[in-house]
């Protein structure tokens, strides 16, 4: 096979990386006034409709701590770094419109690597209608770091903070739990047991669905917009990014309330259940622990659900409780287990 010519970084400079890596992208946003190519990006909030908060949020990944290049594709990465940054502003029923990138970059990498990456940055730009408006890259002497900075907007009869959940709200969640957790464990477990093979053939059949969910996961801006296709706004919201545990416990501390979920109703993958059989991991550990999902967990008051029931990929599992009352998971007897966020990784 020819091999691919690598381009070192110092080649082009600073200036002529940018152009490479940037310049196919396009605004999709009324709002961004210039893109990448100045020292600021300019950004006109009167474009986006009336009545609007501005919304800013951050993300970091660390090579060795959030991703293993070993088996992380570049593309994958780019397209993931979009979607955790857009996940934070969906998470307050808002809409991501902008997105700048910083780059910690050791001499390891290649200019065709980095295209990869901003391949993937573009695809996630495409799909989610953010604009790239800009970014910086440094030198780095440990790994890759890709950090993500987003922009966005929500109208302010709509924003969901963490602390509006009120007694008797339903607890709703998007789609499934732990797929993406067990998706890392099917490739930590690939990468040990194929070390040092000169031809490396890693087994995943039949947990594809797995790895997407944790190489390439959704940001739900399909379940923002069927809420307010619906006229549905959530009284509180959190995107679940630290396992649905972590993230409960977050609302119950900032609304001031308790919890009470159902073992029975938790939405769990069979592909999870099935990997979680053969690594002997508990599926409810994974569900409520695993972290890396990017749904969304939000509650809705109770006059609510046939509504929310109305609108697919959406599961009720539970309600909220007057305050003092704890986060507890109520098993199928009847029986309560106090909620706890233990770090599993």
Do not use: W
Not at 104 to 129: H, N, P, R, T, W
Not at 178 to 185: D, F, R, S, V
């Amino acid at each position: 096979m020819e091999e691919k010519k690598r381009t070192e970084i110092a080649e082009l400079g600073e200036f002529g990386l940018i152009d490479k890596l940037t310049g196919k992208f396009y605004l999709h946003n009324n709002s961004s006034k210039t893109g990448v190519g100045d020292d600021a990006a300019v950004i006109d909030p009167k474009e986006d409709s009336g009545g609007n908060y501005s919304l800013l949020s951050t993300d970091m990944l660390l090579e060795g701590v959030d991703f293993d290049l070993v088996y992380f594709p570049l593309k994958h990465l780019g397209y993931k770094a979009v979607v955790v940054a857009a996940s934070d502003i969906l998470a307050m029923n808002g809409r991501p419109k902008q997105l700048t990138v910083q780059l910690g970059v050791s001499s390891k990498i290649s200019v065709q690597q980095l295209e990869e990456l901003y391949e993937g940055i573009g695809a996630g730009c495409e799909d989610y209608g953010i604009d790239l408006v800009g970014g910086d890259t440094r030198a780095s002497v440990n790994g890759l770091v890709v950090g993500v900075s987003v922009l966005g907007t929500v109208g302010k009869d709509s924003i969901a903070f963490r602390s509006g959940a009120r007694e008797n709200d339903l607890i709703c969640i998007t789609g499934d739990l732990g797929a993406a957790y067990m998706g890392l464990h099917l490739l930590e477990r690939e990468k040990r047991a194929l070390e040092g093979h000169p031809d490396p053939n890693p087994d995943f059949k039949g947990y594809e669905y797995l790895l997407r969910r944790q190489l390439k996961p959704s940001a739900r801006l399909d379940i923002v917009e069927a809420l307010q296709e619906n006229s549905l706004v959530p009284t509180s919201m959190i995107d679940l990014s630290d396992g649905l545990a972590s993230d409960l416990l977050q609302i119950c501390k900032s609304s001031d309330c308790g919890a009470r979920i159902y073992l029975d109703r938790l939405p769990i993958a069979r592909e999870t259940y099935d990997l979680c059989e053969k690594m002997h991991i508990d599926p409810v550990v994974a569900a409520l622990n695993g972290g890396d999902d990017h749904e969304l967990l939000f509650t809705v008051p109770l006059e609510k659900q046939e509504s929310i029931t109305k609108i697919g990929g959406i599961d009720v599992i539970g309600h909220i409780t007057p305050t003092g009352t704890g986060a507890m998971l109520v098993t199928p007897d009847g029986g309560e287990i106090a909620i706890t966020a233990p770090a599993i990784r």
